[in-house]
């Protein structure tokens, strides 16, 4: 069965710094583009960045770019989020979503985590 | 990065069909084939409907279909039962290694 496990939220102080983790399993994960969609409590879904297979491509939305970095780690069936100076519009739900469509940055996301719920607030 | 735009809600009787739209610019929906539709339900995570502007995933109902005319995508839900009640987002791909997201329709069945 594909699935996706987040992991690593928390609450943390304004300005704080947090690693979010996504374990990966029953799939090719090399083969798929990767990326972290966030969403605020009772709003929409807001995407985070994207990573492709071999970590050749990556993208951030202008809100998170400059204090998040995106990576992944094929021999363990990881993706991670590190999040830096963490602000109080960072709180959320972040899920790890995979492409549908191997080797390709962005079709669709068909598989969806749980969720790890970050929150920001001093 | 201004968000796709999407109504804030749609309703619709069972049996009957709705239609929600999703309108962005020539740099996302209506430059690239990359279009999809996610519905989510409270406390639940987004499930994918629609890909590709009109392919739909397995698992998806055919009674879920896409279209897209320039700048604007579609999604239409034919026979409306109870369990479509949910939120639905659009989105899209937006150049330079970016994707975007409708703000959400909430559907509700009357």
């Known amino acids: 069965e594909v699935q996706l496990a987040e992991s690593g939220g928390g609450l943390v102080q304004p300005g704080w710094s947090l690693r979010l983790s996504c374990a990966a399993s029953g799939f090719s994960f090399a083969g798929h583009a990767m990326h972290w969609v966030r969403q605020a409590p009772g709003k929409g879904l807001e995407w985070v960045s994207g990573?492709?297979?071999?970590?050749?491509?990556?993208g951030y939305a202008d809100s998170v770019k400059g204090r998040f970095i995106i990576s992944r780690d094929n021999a363990k069936n990881s993706l991670y989020l590190q999040m830096n100076s963490l602000r109080a519009e960072d709180t959320a739900l972040y899920y790890c979503?995979?492409?549908?469509?191997?080797?390709?940055?962005?079709?669709?996301?068909?598989?969806w985590g749980q969720g790890t719920m970050v929150t920001v607030a001093s | 990065q201004s968000a796709l735009t999407q109504p804030r809600s749609v309703s619709g009787s069972p049996g009957q069909s709705v239609t929600i739209s999703c309108t962005g610019t020539s740099s996302d929906v209506g430059g690239y084939t990359y279009v999809s539709w996610y519905q989510q339900h409270p406390r639940k995570a987004p499930k994918l409907m629609v890909y590709d502007v009109s392919e739909r995933p397995s698992g998806a109902p055919d009674r879920f279909s896409g279209s897209k005319s320039g700048n604007t995508a579609s999604l239409t839900i034919s026979g409306l039962q109870a369990e479509d009640e949910a939120d639905y987002y659009c989105c899209s791909y937006a150049g330079g290694y970016t994707v975007i997201f409708g703000g959400g329709t909430k559907l509700t069945v009357l």
């Open positions: 979503a995979k492409v549908i469509k191997r080797g390709w940055f962005l079709s669709a996301f068909d598989v």
């Open positions: 990573i492709s297979g071999n970590s050749d491509l990556i």
